[in-house]
């Protein structure tokens, strides 16, 4: 049985977190989820206790708390914002996994806003030195955990990091929201992964995926 890991969510109302505290609540996982609007964060947690009564969930008070507390922690929050709570979290997630699933998109969609030469998640692993920044689930749209096997294919999502069991640690997180994971390398991966969901999002929009789209290694 695989030890019980204790993740935290910040940013778990939005339309990744939410994804994301509903998929990977139905694994072998304590879930602490914060939210800066309190009502819509309790409202998440009624609804995955209502659909999941096993679920070891609950609203953390504060990220640095909740951080403190985790092996892992998610930030589902926009690149913008990814300053502001590296700042808050910095002494409490030395050494622990920290998930970045941010895509660095202009305002018009259509390119991104880091220099050539690095990503968002390097730019965070910056912020954080002593934490091991992975970078997960930044290709998958919110309606892919809702529906991880599109057009009878299970969804990729690509994992990146400089920490081989952090990695893994994360891959296994991967397949517990539903999809299979690709171990794509190093963390300046992140790069290119970040600029494979741009390009998604370009097609999606120009073709209207409807936000249901992914991608997947086809391979002999």
């Known amino acids: 049985m695989n030890t019980k890991q204790t993740i935290a969510i910040i940013g778990a109302?939005?339309?990744?977190?939410?994804?994301?505290?509903?998929a990977l609540a139905k694994g072998?996982?304590?879930?602490?989820?914060?939210?800066?609007?309190k009502d819509k964060l309790n409202a998440l947690v009624d609804a995955i206790r209502s659909t999941n009564p096993q679920a070891d969930i609950e609203a953390a008070a504060c990220p640095t708390d909740a951080s403190?507390?985790?092996?892992?922690?998610?930030?589902?929050?926009?690149?913008?914002?990814?300053?502001?709570?590296?700042a808050q979290i910095r002494e409490v997630a030395n050494q622990k996994?920290?998930?970045?699933?941010?895509?660095p998109l202009n305002e018009t969609y259509?390119?991104?806003?880091?220099?050539?030469?690095?990503s968002a998640a390097e730019e965070l692993q910056k912020l954080l030195p002593h934490s091991r920044v992975v970078k997960a689930f930044n290709t998958t749209f919110a309606a892919d955990f809702a529906t991880p096997v599109i057009?009878?294919?299970?969804v990729d999502a690509f994992v990146a990091g400089d920490d081989a069991e952090?990695?893994?640690?994360?891959?296994?997180?991967?397949?517990?929201?539903?999809?299979?994971?690709?171990?794509?390398?190093?963390l300046s991966v992140s790069r290119t992964l970040e600029g494979m969901q741009l390009?998604?999002?370009?097609?999606?929009?120009?073709?209207?995926?409807?936000?249901?789209?992914?991608?997947?290694?086809?391979?002999?």
């Open 28 to 37: 072998n996982n304590r879930l602490l989820l914060k939210a800066t609007d």
């Open 199 to 220: 390009l998604l999002i370009t097609l999606g929009i120009r073709n209207n995926y409807n936000w249901l789209a992914g991608w997947k290694i086809l391979h002999q």
């Open 13 to 22: 109302t939005g339309n990744m977190g939410s994804a994301l505290s509903t």
């Open 166 to 186: 952090a990695v893994a640690t994360v891959s296994a997180l991967v397949s517990t929201a539903g999809f299979r994971p690709i171990e794509a390398g190093k």
């Open 110 to 118: 259509d390119g991104l806003v880091t220099e050539p030469g690095t």
């Open 68 to 86: 403190w507390e985790a092996d892992i922690i998610i930030l589902a929050v926009p690149y913008a914002a990814e300053k502001d709570v590296a």
């Open 151 to 154: 057009d009878g294919k299970q």
């Open 97 to 103: 996994i920290v998930i970045s699933i941010a895509n």
